[in-house]
């Protein structure tokens, strides 16, 4: 079992997670976890937890800590999780990070790093809600960072640009507050428990790659003790 390669990577929406956990992940080995592509999986499979899921997914709030745990039980007990794992937003609350104290006891992963990436509200508010995705081959752009070279049309396939329900001004308010008010908690819990590090994540990506590179290099160094 791969002791010492259970990572998490938290952070506001906006502050790259997903992109950093995915580049971790491939260049260290490990499987990328996140709930978000369970969810999406969940939904365009139509399946219960799908159903269950969409409306809320769409009020921009937040799933149930309950199917969220069942959730993630199973997907940890799948062989590629065996390796390591770069879990991306989740936990988001007190009682999941609990609960996945828990499952992690039970399938002999050792000690949980925590990786806080930090960023500004006004940086998140521009980068979230400049995003647009191209409806064809599902390129991300930003109108503030990174334009399209003709307005709202995708410069590879010609695809129409789409900004995603969740992304408008509106409901970005709405995701950061909620973020602020879950997670305040659960940084303070993996802070007193000795495995919190916090990256400046709105540094540019390949030197915020690079910290959270070495971050999991010192993990994988450490001699296994609990
Ligand atoms: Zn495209």
Redesign the pocket.
Known sequence: MARNRAFIFLGPPGAGKGTQAKRIAQSCGLTHLSTGDMFRDAIRRGSALGRVVQPIMERGELVPDDVVMKMVEERLSQPDCAKGFVFDGFPRTLPQAEGLDRILERSGFGKLVVVDLAVGEDKLMRRLTGRRT??????IYNVYDLPPKVDGI??????K?VQRADDTAEVVKQRLAAYERATKPLTEYYRRRGVLHVVDASANMDEVSRALGEIVKRAEGRNGHL
Do not use: F, H, K, P
Not at 154 to 159: A, L, Q, R, S
């Open positions: 191209c409806s064809v081959g599902g390129e995708c410069d590879n396939d010609g695809g640009l």
